[in-house]
């Protein structure tokens, strides 16, 4: 803030259409110390200001390597007005994303253990395919990711080439992994 008093100009960059930063860590602090002060909330800069200034968007979306990885958003953030550079691999099932149904999914405790079965065996699948490409999972929380992290474990526990395969992974610069939103 104090840099921002003294500052001549000043430029602000940022999505408000993006997921807000969680209050993940305010709350194991508050956790950690029950006398603690809980954090007073405030705006971020980027909300605090934007009724200051005209706002000016970028057009173009470089960032992923397959249009289906911003396809959601651009149409249903974005009015579909991204541009978004073609893919090489447009038709083909090992980039981007493509649906699956898991006919016995079912969620229980915010989890959906088939679901996790299914992904573990994909991730599996790929490995064994001898893909170079990187693999990452996204799940919708962290009680799935969980339950994602332990199918693939005990796929890994019985299958030397696949625990193997994931620790050649972790040493790689773009790691499996598995994160939740």
């Known amino acids: 803030i104090g840099a921002i008093a ?4 000043l ?6 259409k993006q997921l807000p930063p969680t209050n993940f860590f305010e709350r194991i602090n508050q956790d950690d110390d029950p006398e603690s002060a809980p954090i007073e909330d405030s705006e971020s800069i980027l909300d605090a200001t934007a009724p200051l200034f005209a706002r000016r968007r970028l057009k173009w979306h470089y960032r992923s390597k397959h249009e289906s990885l911003i396809a959601f958003s ?3 953030f974005y ?6 550079f073609p893919s090489p691999f447009t038709n083909s099932r090992d980039f981007g994303i493509r649906h699956q149904y898991v006919k016995s999914g079912v969620f229980v405790n915010k989890a959906n253990a088939p679901e996790a079965e299914v992904i573990a065996w994909e991730v599996r ?5 001898g893909v170079e490409n990187s693999i990452g999972v996204v799940a919708m929380n962290s009680y799935q990711r969980d339950r994602i992290d332990a199918a693939v474990d005990s796929l890994a526990k019985d299958d030397p080439l696949f625990r193997e395969q994931l620790d050649e992974s972790a040493t790689r610069t773009e790691p499996f992994f598995v994160k939740n939103l």
């Open 79 to 84: 009015d579909s007005s991204l541009v978004i």
């Open 125 to 129: 699948k790929h490995f064994e395919a």
């Open 74 to 76: 651009n149409y249903e």
């Open 6 to 9: 003294r500052a001549k100009q």
């Open 11 to 16: 430029v602000v960059v940022g999505d408000p």
